[in-house]
């Protein structure tokens, strides 16, 4: 990687935290602060969201009996469908914000294409506030100054994605560059015109902007980009995605993870990069819960992300199961000094996401890991289907448009062996698909597709 300033070299007496005094934090005195700003945000639900009030009454759960952070077990837990049931039975907004519509300055919804439509979250003017200070946290981190230029390529549309970023980099002082709804290469031309330092997209998009920067003959790793910060898809936190996108731009990768629900980020990684994505632990707590027993299960061990933020008044989410696979390890794992602990390995995909194939566990995650490693394959899709009386994995593969023919078989076998041999002998049709078959994403990457009866879904 060559030219790419420390943020330790860029100014003077520069700290490397964007928060010096929390994000340093020991455990005990964290835990501390979370707790009291824990209090602070059940007795404001309990004070103004009907939902809370009657789930904390329900459950004989008062703010006032909060007295060490362990407490937080015995409030009841918050899941997407009691907030879709909420919204649906008084819409617009349902029962859980703390504010009417006439308190809030904009309401953001989710993707939602899956089943009952988009969740619709409302933000006042001091929760935009608490939005950019977090990603604040993640900018300032992995080194994003006010001398740098970014270009933002992203819609600015419902979905609530990089709109806390772009204020984020507004607070600090950035040059923004909003990439707004404009064709790829529109894109491509105005980070180079603009020499933007810092570009901000999901992993595919960085790798869908390469490509059409190699289409177009423009020079991507001779270019002013330093920093690539990354969200919007758990592929950002694959080492093998991260890889290939800093070689293809000549930069740096940063994996960050949100979500709608909380309208920011909850995780970043810092300048060193120590295989995950620290916590911002002093506006939320993280717990890691067995989906099963709900029980919480230990640093190292894979569970299901609860998430409980501080930060947003109109929406307060308290115990939010968020159904994202993850692994917490302490702080120590990193040498940046923060007290923040960590997702080894970042968001590691969602807990239902895991696919059963002859007894066989396929996680999409591992399957792009391996195709990762091939570069010439420009697209790629899983599809599982049931024919006759057996379950069928198939692997469909774009290759670049200047890819030899003759190379297939010796590239098809080859990828045929590693997917086995990464899933117990599992044997994985490998078919070739033409120039522009595979679906192209922009937001949520959705590349596996099971065609089963009942997809088995299965925690852990
Ligand atoms: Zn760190």
């Known amino acids: 990687m060559l030219g790419i300033i420390e943020p330790e070299d860029r100014l003077a007496g520069d700290t490397p935290y964007w928060n010096p005094k929390t994000e340093t934090l020991g455990r005990e005195r964290l835990e501390a602060l979370q707790l009291a700003k824990l209090r602070r945000q059940c007795e404001w639900a309990a004070a103004r969201s009907p939902w809370y009030q009657r789930k904390f009454a329900e459950a004989g759960f008062e703010p006032a009996s909060l007295q060490t952070i362990s407490d937080?077990?015995?409030i009841p837990m918050l899941t997407r469908d009691d907030w879709m049931s909420s919204q649906e039975a008084r819409p617009p907004y349902g029962e859980i914000?703390?504010?009417g519509g006439d308190g809030a300055i904009r309401v953001h919804t989710t993707s939602g294409t899956t089943g009952r439509?988009?969740?619709?979250?409302?933000?006042?003017?001091?929760?935009?506030?608490?939005?950019a200070e977090m990603w604040c946290y993640a900018l300032w981190g992995c080194g994003v100054r006010p001398v740098d230029t970014a270009y933002i390529a992203f819609g600015y549309g419902s979905f609530i994605g990089f709109w806390g970023l772009h204020y984020a980099m507004e607070k600090m002082g950035v040059l923004n560059v909003p990439g707004g709804a404009q064709p790829t290469e529109a894109r491509v031309r105005q980070i180079l015109d603009f020499e933007a330092t810092v570009v901000a997209s999901t992993p595919t998009y960085a790798l869908r902007l390469a490509q059409e920067a190699e289409i177009q003959g423009l020079d991507l790793r001779g270019s002013a980009v330093q920093r690539l910060i990354l969200s919007g898809e758990p592929a950002g936190s694959i080492p093998q995605t991260k890889a290939l996108i800093?070689?293809?731009?000549?930069?740096?990768?940063?994996?960050?993870?949100?979500?709608?629900?909380?309208?920011?980020i909850m995780v970043f990684e810092c300048w060193h990069q120590p295989g995950g994505t620290h916590i911002i632990e002093d506006n939320m707590i993280e717990e890691v819960i067995d989906p099963a027993t709900l029980e919480p299960t230990a640093y190292g061990e894979r569970g299901e992300r609860v998430v409980t933020s501080f930060g947003r008044g109109a929406i307060p989410l308290i115990r939010y199961r968020t159904g994202d696979l993850v692994c917490k390890v302490p702080a120590s794992r990193c040498e940046c000094g923060r007290g923040f602990d960590i997702y080894e390995g970042g968001i590691l995909g969602r807990v239902d996401d895991m696919k059963l194939v002859r007894g066989t566990n396929v996680y999409p995650r591992a399957i792009e890991a391996i195709v990762r490693e091939?570069?010439?394959v420009d697209e790629f899709q899983t599809v599982i289907t049931h024919e006759g009386i057996r379950d069928e994995i198939t692997l469909r593969v774009e290759m670049k448009p200047d890819f030899p023919m003759d190379k297939w078989d010796a590239l098809s076998t080859d990828?045929?062996?590693r997917l086995a041999q990464a899933h117990?002998?599992?044997?994985?049709?490998?078919n070739y698909a033409g120039t522009g078959e595979l679906p192209r994403f922009e937001l949520k990457a959705k590349r596996t597709v099971d065609l089963r009866d009942s997809p088995v879904g299965v925690g852990g």
């Open 117 to 131: 439509g988009p969740l619709r979250a409302l933000d006042s003017r001091k929760d935009w506030a608490w939005i």
């Open 97 to 99: 914000p703390a504010i």
């Open 246 to 264: 800093e070689e293809q731009w000549g930069a740096k990768a940063f994996d960050t993870a949100g979500m709608t629900e909380i309208g920011t």
């Open 72 to 74: 937080l077990r015995r």
């Open 415 to 417: 990828l045929h062996r």
């Open 374 to 376: 091939f570069p010439e």
């Open 424 to 430: 117990e002998g599992l044997n994985f049709r490998i």
